[in-house]
Each structure stands twice: as C-alpha cells, then as structure tokens.
C-alpha cells in the first residue's frame, strides 16, 4: 500500500489547523472532526481496494505485449494491455521496467479506466546493441475515486528478449521491393543499359516499349494471321549472380555513430542488401573477417537462408586487432570460384591505411566485382560546416578538413585501380548500397 499525494496534502491541512487550534481553541473541533473523517476516508479507501470481489472482481490486470525479439538500431513498438475488474472507476500510474541498456526515465504512463473498461499504452524502444535484454515487472498502481492510497500490482517478470539485426528494416525494404516503391526510401530509379541476356517471352508491343525489342519476325507471322499487332521480346534481368557481403570486424569498425557502431550499421546493411539480392532472384551469401576468417556462408537462395543469415550476424563482435586482408583474399580465392559481386564493408581514415590493403584489394577486383564501402565521418564533416571563430577553431578545422579530403582521395585512389568505391554517411548506408547493387544489376556488370 502507497500513500497518494492527496493523502499528504490532506494530512498536512490537518496538522496545520491543530496548530492553528492550539492558539484558537474554537476551531480544534472541526479539525479533530476533519483527522477523523481523513483516517475513515483512508479506510473505507484500502477496503475498495484490498477486498476481494466476486467472479475476479477486485483488482487490475496488466500485461506487456512486445515480440519475441527486438531489432537493433529501429524503433520497436511496446504494448502495455490493462484491464480494470474493480466495480468503480480507478486511476491508474504504470511503470515498465525496461533493460537498463536503455538508460530512460520516461516510462510512467497514467491512465484512467472505467469499471470493466480496458486500455492500451504504446511506446518505443530503439536498442543500439545487439545480445539480450532483461525486462522487470510491469508495475500498475491503483487508485479509487477517493484517491488517498494505492495498491500496486506486478505482472510479467524476468522476460528475456534477444536483439537482433534489424529485421524490421529488412522487411520494410522487402515489402517496397514487392511493390516496386523502392523509390519511397530514396532507392534511385535506374535506367537499364541495353539487354540482359536471358530472353523471357514475347508479348504485344505497348507504348513506351523500345521499338528495338520489336520481333519483326514474330510480328509477320501474325500479320499473315490477319493480326496487326506487333510483337516485342521481353528479356529478364540475368538470375542466380552470386552477392556476397564482407564485413570487416576489425577495429576500425568499433567507432559509433547515433548509438550505433559501424559494424551494426553494417551488419543492418547486409541483412536488407541479402534479402532484396533473393527478391531479384540471386544468390546472398555473407564473409566476416578481422585478424582471422570468422564465417562463410556460401551464396545460396533456397528456403530459410535468410532466417541463417540473420543467426550469423546476431553473433557477430568487433575485434580491437588490425584486420588481416590478406588472410580474405586468400580465403575468397580458395572458396569462392564463381565470379560474384563482393559487398566489402569496412573503413578506411587515411590514404596510407588503404595503401597497405590496396594489393589484396586489386587481386579480389580482378577475379571479382568488388565493392568497397566505407564511412564519412558525419562529425567532422558538421564540425567543418560549423563557424570558426578563434585561431585555434581555424587551425583545428584546418586539421579537420585535411581527414575529410583524404577520405576523397581513398575513392579516387580506389577508382584508379577500376574498385568501385562506396563513401557515404552511416545513416545512409542501406540505401546508398542498394542503389549500388541495382546499378550493377542494370548495367549488367553481375
């Protein structure tokens, strides 16, 4: 049982009038009678509260609604349900003891429910790191119209609940990709060079078809069938290409950004990359490496691959050792004989860092398509566009812009060697990746 605010506030009004009646005995009656009729109030209010009822009657039920895992890095919806079996109205006062990973204060939330009536209490929570996360009690505190005390109820302790890469972005992303409105997410629209060279069927000619495609010799032969139509061939893109996602795990991938480190974000970034490569009708397969091969999963596109992808990145740690890239390219070699489109994420701060990778860097490009992708620094950059207004803000912006140039110099040096280059800001990595891999589909480098 908790004492309310009001209960206080109607004590100390009492209190206060004794004193007063100790020096004006004419009014120590009605404030003797007013402590009385307060202690009654207090009573008959822990009755209403405590006494059973009848057929479940007499107290509230609550419970905390969330699935059976959480997505890192989005924000996941949390449902608290309550329901009031008391034959009166109450108030209600809920706490969520959320994992302390989250660090909030926020989580009171008041409701007033009718006899019999229920409510809903939604929130969210974004985690920023991927492992499992221990849920409390669901704390209801009950109050009666009359509102002097409360009495607390606990529902729904010790949940565990696992945090995983974001499938809620992956599934996002799927669904625009069904209903081709990639666009809707800022996914370019692009415009496909030439052919594939996979042939599908031939259809009738609409408008807006390329007068190319036009098969003059189909189109005869129904014209001698007294048809006018003109018939057109209508190719596919070319399926079952091989998408591999490399994730470096080395130390450079520690650095965090908006709660996230880089490996998360680039873990998220291979989970929804895998899944619209499926959709396109390709094979998704996933690399991660630091100072050693940690895990190969082959490319594959059969039944439940994503549900093993999505296993694989759960438990996926940064290193704090330098990432051997030789050790990747001697494994790729060996592993991988098909020629494929290789996703490589990692960072790279300084030209001379990318220097000493870049002849593994050129042997994987010239059995492979390589992608390279790596991070702006989204703080320096802000850092630069901000005003400098002593010397030593001049000399540190100076220094600044020095870093943000050789990032620049990191894709021309990159480009030199004909290795497609990726530079773009962790906010943006999913998307600018998708645009990339659907650039190559269109050009038919895959």
């Known amino acids: 049982m908790f ?71 989005s924000e996941n919806d949390i449902a608290i349900y309550l329901e009031n079996h008391y034959r009166f109205p109450v108030n209600t006062q809920t706490i969520d003891e959320i994992p302390v990973q989250f660090q909030r204060r926020d989580v009171l939330f008041r409701a007033a429910l009718r006899a019999g009536d229920t409510a809903i209490i939604r ?30 109820f606990r529902y729904g302790q010790d949940q565990l609940v696992p945090v995983y890469p974001s499938f809620l972005q992956m599934r996002q992303y799927e669904l625009l990709a069904i209903s081709n409105r990639l666009t809707e997410v800022g996914v370019k629209r692009i415009r496909r060079v030439g052919h594939s060279l996979e042939f599908e069927q031939i259809r009738p000619y609409v408008a807006g078809d390329d007068p190319r495609a036009i098969n003059w010799k189909a189109s005869a032969r129904r014209a001698s069938a007294s048809t006018d139509t003109f018939v057109v061939n209508h190719f596919q893109d070319e399926r079952a290409q091989q998408v591999y996602c490399l994730i470096d795990k080395g130390r450079v991938m520690r650095m965090p950004f908006a709660g996230l480190s880089l490996l998360d974000y680039a873990i998220n970034a291979t989970l929804v990359v895998s899944n619209i490569a499926l959709i396109k009708h390709d094979k998704a397969g996933l690399v991660t490496f630091s100072n050693k091969l940690s895990t190969i999963v082959p490319a594959d596109r059969r039944s439940g691959h994503m549900l093993k992808l999505l296993e694989v990145l759960y438990r996926q740690r940064t290193k704090y050792l330098e990432t051997d890239f030789e050790l990747l390219y001697t494994n790729i070699k060996a592993k991988i004989r098909q020629r494929s489109l290789l996703i490589l994420f990692t960072n790279f701060e300084t030209l001379s860092g990318l220097q000493r990778q870049l002849p593994y860097l050129r042997r ?28 030593e803000d001049v000399y540190n912006q100076t220094i600044a812009e020095k870093f943000s140039q050789e990032k620049r110099q990191v894709v021309r040096e990159l480009q030199r060697y004909g290795i497609h280059a990726l530079l773009t800001a962790p906010a943006n990595l999913t998307i600018n990746t998708i645009n990339k891999y659907l650039e190559f589909k269109s050009r038919g480098l895959i």
């Open 3 to 73: 004492l309310t605010p009001r209960f206080f506030l109607a004590l100390a009004v009492v209190i206060i009038g004794l004193v007063v009646a100790f020096f004006l005995p004419v009014l120590l009656p009605p404030f003797q009678i007013a402590l009385a009729l307060l202690a009654i109030l207090t009573l008959l209010d822990a009755l209403l509260l405590y006494t059973p009822g009848q057929n479940g009657a007499g107290h509230v039920f609550g419970r905390r609604v969330l699935g059976d895992k959480l997505a890192n890095g």
């Open 364 to 391: 994987l490009a010239k059995d492979h398509l390589l992608l390279v992708v790596f991070f702006e620094n989204t703080e320096l950059d802000a850092y630069l566009n901000s005003p400098a207004d002593t010397t």
């Open 123 to 152: 929130y969210q929570l974004r985690p920023t790191r991927r492992g499992e996360y221990q849920f409390g009690a669901v704390n209801v505190f009950v109050a009666s119209p009359i509102g002097l005390i409360r009495r607390r």
